[in-house]
């Protein structure tokens, strides 16, 4: 950390192109996902200081290898490139299916592990079969999964594609986002996670489309103005909660939707790279690779930047290492690739 923090006003949107920004912070979300990957489970200050990839011992995994969070996201990128736009919750549940049971997607050829409410839910919808009227599986989620103790960050930790692709329409960005968790995480602090989510990395692309350097302070009024359909995360995260200046101890990383985006939004505002905020997060333990690929896919957007830039907030040097020691890139960057053709 710099030993003066730089203030927010003057902590300035990285300038690139915006395929650019939209490739790369797909990268940087398994890039941070793959980092946190070993402390995941782990109680803070019992593990190792991490700033380099490890073995996952949670999984017997080699270095560099991405989770859940990442295979997740992917289907969901696949789910939007396919022609049915915005993808169908039937659609999205089919990947996520078939990622669960025959390993597409995933960093080692199977699924290694998948979220509790994640779990239940696609049960469901396999359990309804392909003829199934698809509106009443929904239905039946929802009516199964959507109490305030379902509230995971199962469907947060997937859905930044939602705004590297919808950005252009901030509206319909964050019903995409709500409807995209409703497919495993219909509990509504869940859906407004994702909305407020995506907004803010659609207020970026969308700064960096109109040519404007945008601020963090201006990131901030973003996330301050908007509405919060659910009380309790907008008591956390609104102007009056004063949640940047929250100590450490009082940053959780639990699974629980509303500790996953306060401490992954915490991270971003406190740090002032990409690595030196992947770092911060994943030493929080507990739930750290989903909370540092929250972290990823935003800070990966603010600060995404072409490999060759110099004096790049986000290709530093453990960074350029980190990308190197990745397991299936090349799966990670095809489908990022995807993502921007469509929007072309
Ligand atoms: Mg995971």
Known sequence: MATTPTPLSDQLLTFSPLSTKVQTSLLALALSDALGGPAEFKPRGTFPHISTMQPNRNFNLPPGTWTDDTSMTLCLAR????????????????????????????????????????????????????????????????????????????????????????????????????????????????????????????????????????????????????????????AVLGRESGFLELPVESVKTSGYVLHTLEAALWVFFQTESFEEGVVRVVNLGDDADTVAAVYGGLAGVWYADELEAEGSLFWTEGVRRWREELVQRKVVEDVAKALWEIQK
């Open 79 to 234: 789910a939007i490139t396919s022609p049915s736009k915005p993808p169908i919750p039937a659609d999205q549940a089919k990947l996520y299916l078939k990622w669960y049971r025959a390993g597409y997607l995933s960093a080692i050829g199977h699924c290694f592990d998948i979220g509790a409410t994640t779990r239940a839910a696609l049960h469901i919808w396999e359990g309804a079969g392909k003829k199934a009227d698809m509106a009443a599986v929904q239905q039946q989620v929802r009516e199964k999964l959507g109490g305030r103790f379902q509230a995971g960050n199962g469907s947060l930790m997937r859905v930044l594609p939602v705004g590297l692709v919808y950005w252009r329409d901030l509206t319909v960005a964050m019903e995409v986002a709500r409807a995209t968790s409703e497919v495993t995480h219909p509990a509504g602090m869940c859906r407004d996670a994702c909305a407020v989510y995506t907004l803010l990395v659609g207020s970026i692309l969308g700064a960096v489309a109109r040519g404007e350097r945008m601020s963090k302070a201006q990131l901030l009024e973003v996330l301050y103005g908007y509405e919060f359909q659910d009380e309790e995360l907008g």
